[in-house]
C-alpha cells in the first residue's frame, strides 16, 4: 500500500494500444475526461427528457446549473456574450466541477491535477479571446491596452504593464486550478497517511489515529468546498476575458 | 550545502509566501463583514464577487505552495 502521496498522480494504461509507434492507450487518465464529458452530458439530457413547465426534481436541478452559469456570463459578457459563448461556458464549468467531484472519491483519478489539462482549456480560452476580439474588433482590439481617461504620459507606463498582464492571464488561469487541485490532494493523501502511521506506533498511537483522521474528514469538507470553488472562478474568469474580446473598443 | 539539503530549506522558504495570502484573504473577508454590517441587505448580492475575490487572493497563496511541493517531490 503506497503511502506516498505521489502515487495517486500517475498515469496507468488500462487498455494498452499503440498507433505508428506512439503509445494511444486508454489510461486511467482518458477514463476520467471521458467520464468529465459523458456525465453532465447524461445529466443535461436527463434534465431535459420530461421537459414541463412546471419542473419536477431532476429538472430543477438541470435548471439551476443552468441558470447558475447563464447569470455569471450574463453578468460579465452581456446578452451578445450570451448568445456567442454560452455553450463553452457551461462545459467547461459543468466538467471542471464534475471531474473535481468525481477526483474526491478514493483512486480515482483528477484530470485537472495534471498541467497539461488545466493549460489546455487556459489556452483555449486565450486563443478565442485572441481570436474572436480581433475578428469582432479589427485593429481596435487593441485598445485594451489603452485604456482611455489616463493622462497621456501616463500611457508609457500603463501600456507595457497591461501588454504583460495581458499575457500572464493564461499562466495564472492554469495554473491556480491545477495548484489548488494537486495541493488539496497532496494535503489529503498525507494526512491520511498519517493514521496508519500512528496506528503502528502501538496502543496509545492507536488511539491518538483518530486525530489524524478527523482531520482528513476536514480536509475532505474543505476539498469539496475548493472543487466547486475552482470551477466557479475559472469559468468566472472565462466570462470575463470573453468580455474583453466582445467589448474591447469600450475601454 | 548538498542538492537535497537545499530542496528541503527551499521548500521551507517557499512557504514563507503564504504569509501575505493569509493577510489578503483576511483582509477580504473582514472588508466584506464591515460593509455587510453597514448595508445588510446589499450585502447577498455582492456575495459571488466575494468567492471570486477569494479565490484569485487564495491563488496566489497556492502558488507558493505549489513550489514548495515542486522542490519536495518533482524535483
Redesign the interface.
Known amino acids: 500500500m503506497a503511502s506516498d ?2 502515487h495517486q498522480f500517475q498515469i496507468a494504461p488500462m487498455i494498452p494500444m499503440e498507433l505508428a509507434g506512439y503509445d494511444v492507450s486508454f489510461t486511467n487518465a482518458s477514463l476520467f475526461l471521458v467520464l468529465g464529458a459523458a456525465l453532465p452530458a447524461a445529466f443535461m439530457l436527463a434534465s431535459s427528457a420530461k421537459a414541463a413547465l412546471v419542473p419536477g426534481r431532476m429538472q430543477t436541478l438541470g435548471e439551476t446549473a443552468y441558470g447558475f452559469v447563464y447569470n ?1 456570463l450574463y453578468s460579465s459578457a452581456g446578452s451578445d456574450g450570451v448568445k456567442k459563448f454560452f455553450p463553452l461556458v457551461l462545459s467547461l464549468f459543468l466538467f471542471i466541477f464534475t471531474v473535481n467531484m468525481v477526483g474526491l472519491f478514493a483512486y480515482n483519478f483528477t484530470p485537472t491535477s495534471q498541467i497539461i489539462v488545466t493549460a489546455m482549456m487556459a489556452l483555449l480560452v486565450f486563443f478565442t479571446v485572441i481570436i474572436v476580439g480581433f475578428a469582432k474588433n479589427g485593429l481596435g482590439f487593441l485598445k485594451l491596452f489603452v485604456p482611455s481617461g489616463i493622462p497621456w504620459p501616463l500611457y508609457i507606463i500603463v501600456t507595457p504593464i497591461e501588454i504583460i498582464s495581458f499575457f500572464s492571464r493564461p499562466l ?1 488561469h492554469a ?2 486550478l ?3 487541485i ?2 488539496g490532494h ?1 494535503l489529503v493523501k498525507v494526512f491520511a497517511g498519517f493514521v496508519p502511521m500512528m496506528m503502528d506506533a502501538g496502543p496509545l498511537g492507536t488511539v491518538g489515529a483518530i486525530l489524524p483522521f478527523v482531520m482528513t474528514v476536514a480536509l475532505y469538507a474543505l476539498e469539496t468546498l475548493v472543487a466547486f ?2 470551477a ?2 475559472f469559468t ?2 472565462t466570462c470575463i476575458y470573453l468580455n474583453d474580446a466582445l467589448h474591447a473598443a469600450d475601454h | 550545502m548538498d542538492a537535497e539539503a537545499a530542496k528541503y530549506i527551499g521548500a521551507g522558504l517557499a512557504c514563507l509566501g503564504m504569509l501575505g495570502a493569509a493577510i489578503g484573504v483576511g483582509n477580504i473577508f473582514g472588508s466584506f463583514l464591515e460593509g455587510a454590517m453597514r448595508n445588510p441587505s446589499a450585502a447577498q448580492g455582492q456575495f459571488g464577487n466575494l468567492i471570486f475575490g477569494f479565490a484569485v487572493t487564495e491563488a496566489l497563496g497556492i502558488f507558493s505552495l505549489l513550489i514548495a511541493i515542486l522542490l519536495l517531490f518533482v524535483v
Open positions: 502521496p505521489m455569471m495564472s495554473v491556480r491545477w495548484a489548488n494537486l495541493a497532496i470553488l475552482q466557479y472562478v468566472m474568469l
